[in-house]
């Protein structure tokens, strides 16, 4: 073995090195799902599925929320496309039962009991009703969302959409899908859509 | 007794506080003036007494006391520990958090058994666990000393990276990530202003004040409590205790709050 020969060699052992350093350094998505499999545990409904990721979440994670994949549209239109309208036409409900659900923070945690009617966590990150001092401002104020916007039936299709999957129009949106996750039925989206759109909720006072 | 005592004087500053939110009107203010307040009447010190006899006691099948116990400084060393965790242990071979290393020595130096070290980490308003009392206790042995978490060791810089990556990780029904509460700047959820941890800013003012003693629910919550909480809150399925993952994402906290003074244990809402 000549002496350049010994160099060449541990020149590529150290490339290797750094490569197997810079593997370490930066754990992909599916290290973190491994060691997710490996150190949690099954609780309640929260069940093991939950920690692997669907193509947004992964899309999301490794572009901290700003994707600029030539697949956001086309992903977008999937998400857009689990979007299910009410059969009957009408997206707005009952306003007194909507600030119930956006009040309520319960749900889907591995302490809800499972098939528990569950919240829309609505005032973690919204201001919504004047009158409520209690409110997030991790997503923007909606507050006189009717008053501003009114009541037509684009208006109440939009929002209805919008609490059904939020990531439909702006992927890496913090905000839950709460009809495609299951979280909220329709009957809670539809009363979700008349606490900020009808003239008489307090959103609008 | 000294639980009584503790009662007493937890009810006491309850009140005090109480009322004073009555009659306060500007809502950050408000909060202010209850940290301030709640830090100055804390019972926290109680805790750190119950830990320092714990500490001392020889227990488990093998009768002896913690006072050998290694957290990385030397064997019974206290003094700054704390501030230095987690960290590699050759003994070991894991990077260890202060909770998962308790359980270490409670296994090799008082013949405990995993299970039974483990068997109740989270206590009650009526009765802590001892691993609260201890982790209050060696805590406060790093009051007053700068956090200095080396990641030196390929392990140490491994765990912290994974941590990072973990904290950006978004899943389950609700596609959270820690970042989803935890990295919006001057923004809240509901009225609290939720520390950003991927900053040093963040991390310094809130990693130095765990563990930390809770006033709505009179108890001494560790570091392993809030993740667990946390990851319940994220909406995903449960941390095992002192897990890789769990010190990891504590590695990755502790290192962003590096140069901070410690100040804890604390005392929160």
């Known amino acids: 073995m000549t002496k350049t020969s010994i160099y060449l060699c ?148 939009y929002i209805y959409g919008k609490i059904y999957n939020s990531k439909a129009s702006n992927l890496c949106s913090e905000m839950p899908r709460f009809g495609t996750s299951h979280t909220l039925t329709e009957e809670q989206i539809k009363d979700l859509t008349a606490y900020l759109l009808d003239p008489a909720s307090p959103v609008n006072q | 007794m000294r639980q009584v005592a503790c009662r007493a004087l937890l009810a006491g500053a309850a009140l005090s506080i109480a009322a004073s939110l009555a009659y306060a009107d500007d809502t950050k203010q408000e909060i202010q003036k209850y940290q301030r307040m709640t830090a100055e009447s804390s019972p926290v010190e109680l805790w750190e007494l119950e830990g320092a006899d714990l500490w001392k006691q020889k227990r488990g099948p093998n009768s002896v006391s913690l006072e050998r116990c290694d957290l990385g ?133 809130t990693y130095t004040t765990w563990p930390g003693y809770r006033v709505s629910v009179s108890q001494l919550k560790t570091m392993q409590w809030r993740l667990n909480d946390c990851f319940r809150q994220q909406r995903f399925p449960e941390p095992k205790y002192a897990s890789d993952a769990t010190i990891a994402l504590t590695m990755y906290m502790a290192v962003n709050a590096n140069g901070a003074t410690y100040r804890g244990p604390g005392t929160k809402r």
């Open chain 2, 73 to 205: 400084m030397g064997p019974g060393v206290l003094k700054g520990a704390y501030a230095h965790l987690p960290r590699y242990f050759k003994d070991t071979g894991r990077v260890q958090d202060l909770e998962s290393r308790l359980v270490t020595c409670m296994t090799t130096l008082q013949g405990f058994s995993e299970q039974e070290a483990t068997k109740r980490v989270f206590g009650n308003a009526d009765k802590p666990s001892d691993m609260e009392y201890l982790a209050a206790y060696v805590a406060g042995r790093s009051r007053g000393v700068k956090m200095q978490v080396s990641t030196k060791d390929p392990k140490e810089k491994a765990a912290y990276e994974m941590g990072k990556a973990l904290f950006f990780y978004r899943a389950g029904p609700w596609d959270f990530s820690c970042a989803s509460c935890h990295g919006h700047e001057g923004k809240r959820i509901r009225m609290q202003e939720l520390p950003v941890l991927s900053s040093p800013k963040g991390a310094r003012g």
């Open chain 1, 10 to 157: 541990l020149g590529a052992l150290a490339a290797g090195l750094a490569a197997a350093q810079t593997a370490q350094a930066d754990p992909t998505p599916m290290e973190v799902r491994a060691l997710l499999h490996k150190d949690f545990h099954a609780q309640g409904q929260a069940t093991m599925s939950r920690v692997d990721q669907d193509d947004l979440q992964w899309l999301c994670t490794v572009s901290h929320n700003k994707p600029s994949h030539n697949r956001v549209k086309q992903m977008e239109a999937e998400q857009h496309a689990t979007i299910v309208y009410p059969a009957d036409g009408k997206y707005m409900g009952d306003w007194k039962k909507g600030q119930k659900i956006a009040e309520s923070g319960k749900g889907m945690t591995w302490k809800d009991k499972p098939g528990a009617e569950n919240g829309g966590s609505c005032y973690n990150c919204h201001q919504l009703s004047p009158k409520e001092a209690s409110y997030g401002t991790v997503g923007p104020s909606l507050t006189a969302m009717g008053k501003k916007r009114g009541d037509g039936i684009e208006v109440q299709k």
